[in-house]
C-alpha cells in the first residue's frame, strides 16, 4: 500500500479507522518554525466528528500527540511524527461485512488486493478517518505558507440541488477570514437554512446528500508550477484523489468553458492602478500552461453521498456467492461535505508549499 506522498514537504499517512490510533510523519519541515497549536487545534476541530445536525454521532476529540519533531513548540528540522488515538469505535457494527460488500465503498477491491486481509472495520484504511492525519499536516503546511502570505480559503459551492455563488476574480481579506470562521461556509448566507433542511432531510430518509467545494489559494505569485507531469493541476489532484469521496476536481470554470467561445473563457491581461499586471476574468483559475499566473488558484471538488446509508440496499455475499440485501448499522454522517472542507485546504496547502517550500 502506497501512503506516501510528496517530495520537497513528504507526508506519511499510517493507521485505520478502529486501530488503536491513526497518525502522519511529516518530513521537509524546516527548523526554526515556532508551531501555532491553537491554529492546529482549530483546523482539526473543524474536521472531527462531534454528533452534529452535520456529523456522525460519533464522536472523537482529535487530539493530535506529537512524538517527535518539535522542541518547546519550535520544529526541530527532523521529521514530526504525530498520533491521533480513536477512542470511540463500535467494531461490532461491522461484524457483518466481512463478506457481504457495501454498495459503493472499497470493500471489494480491497478484499481481492490484499486477499482478504484487509481491516473492515470502519472500512479500514480506506476510511475518511484517515483524513484527521492530513488535516493535522495541512495544518502544519498552512503555517508554513501564511509566513510567505499565501493563504488557503473554501466554502461550499452547493449541496445537492442548493448552490451558493462562485469566488469572485478577486478574493478579498474580509470574506476570507468570515469564511474561515465559519461552521457552514457560504458566500451567500441566505442559502445556510436551505442547505440544512437538505441535509436534514438525508438524515431523517436515513440517506445521504453530497455536493461541491470550492477552495481557493491566494498570494500565490506567478511563475510557480511546471508544464506537463509537475504542473499546479497535476500536483493538486493527485493528492485530492487521495481523499475518501472525492469524484471529480475541475480548476476555473473547468467543464463551464466547453460551452464558452475563447472571447468569452479568455483571461484578458491588465494593469492594475499599482502596476500589477491581473487578468480580468479568472476562468481558468489561476494556472495557465501548469504554471501560476499570479491570480488566485481556484478549484472545485466534488464530493459525493455519503456511500453508507440505511436504506436496505441490493449487494452480494462474495463467500456464498449469493445475492442479498443489506441494512447498514453504525454511525454516518448524511453529508460529508462540511467535514470535508477543512481536509480540502490542506491538501492544498500541502501541495503548494511542494512549489514554495525552502
Known amino acids: 500500500m502506497s501512503a506516501t506522498w510528496g517530495n520537497k514537504l513528504k507526508i506519511t499517512i499510517f493507521g485505520e479507522s478502529h486501530s488503536d490510533a491513526i497518525g502522519v510523519v511529516l518530513d521537509g519541515v524546516p527548523a526554526g518554525v515556532k508551531l501555532n497549536f491553537k491554529e492546529i487545534r482549530k483546523q482539526m476541530t473543524r474536521r472531527a ?67 482478504g486481509f484487509n481491516d473492515i472495520r470502519g472500512g479500514g484504511a480506506s476510511s475518511g478517518r484517515l483524513t484527521a492525519a492530513i488535516v493535522f499536516a495541512g495544518a502544519i503546511a498552512r503555517q508554513l505558507l501564511k509566513k510567505k502570505h499565501i493563504n488557503v480559503v473554501s466554502h461550499i459551492l452547493s449541496v445537492g440541488p442548493v448552490k451558493d455563488e462562485r469566488f469572485a476574480t478577486e478574493i478579498e ?18 442559502k445556510e437554512d436551505d442547505i440544512k433542511e437538505i441535509i436534514a432531510c438525508a438524515r431523517r430518509d436515513g440517506d445521504s446528500v453530497g455536493g461541491v467545494i470550492e477552495c481557493a489559494v491566494t498570494g500565490l505569485k506567478a511563475g510557480f508550477g511546471d508544464p506537463m507531469f509537475d504542473s499546479i493541476e497535476s500536483t493538486i489532484s493527485s493528492l485530492l484523489f487521495s481523499v475518501p469521496a472525492v469524484k471529480g476536481v475541475e480548476f ?3 467543464y463551464d468553458m466547453t460551452a464558452m467561445r475563447g472571447s468569452e ?19 481558468n483559475g489561476g494556472v ?39 441494512s447498514l448499522k453504525g454511525r454516518h454522517d448524511p453529508c460529508i461535505v462540511v467535514r470535508a472542507l477543512p481536509v480540502i485546504e490542506a491538501v492544498a496547502a500541502l501541495a503548494i508549499y511542494q512549489f514554495v517550500g525552502d
Not at 53 to 68: H, Q, V, Y
Not at 87 to 106: C, E, F, G, I
Not at 173 to 190: C, D, H, Q, W
Request: charged share 20%; with cysteine.
Open 49 to 115: 466528528p462531534n454528533g452534529g445536525e452535520f456529523s456522525t454521532p460519533r464522536k472523537e476529540a482529535d487530539n493530535a500527540e506529537i512524538l517527535c519533531g518539535v522542541l518547546n513548540g519550535i520544529t526541530e528540522g527532523t521529521p514530526i511524527c504525530a498520533v491521533i488515538k480513536n477512542t470511540n469505535t463500535k467494531s461490532s457494527d461491522y461484524s457483518q461485512l466481512k463478506d457481504v460488500m457495501r454498495p459503493s465503498h472499497a470493500d471489494y477491491g480491497y478484499r481481492v488486493k490484499y486477499n
Open 173 to 190: 481579506k474580509p470574506l476570507v477570514e468570515r469564511l474561515s470562521g465559519s461552521v457552514l461556509p457560504l458566500i451567500n448566507k441566505e
Open 252 to 254: 476555473g470554470c473547468g
Open 265 to 283: 473563457a479568455n483571461d484578458c491581461w491588465y494593469y492594475d492602478r499599482n502596476g500589477a499586471l491581473r487578468t480580468r476574468t479568472n476562468n
Open 288 to 326: 495557465l500552461g501548469g504554471i501560476s499566473t499570479g491570480m488566485p488558484v481556484v478549484f472545485n471538488v466534488a464530493i459525493k453521498p455519503t456511500a453508507s446509508i440505511f436504506k436496505e440496499q441490493d449487494t452480494v455475499n462474495v463467500a456464498t456467492h449469493e445475492n442479498v440485501t443489506l
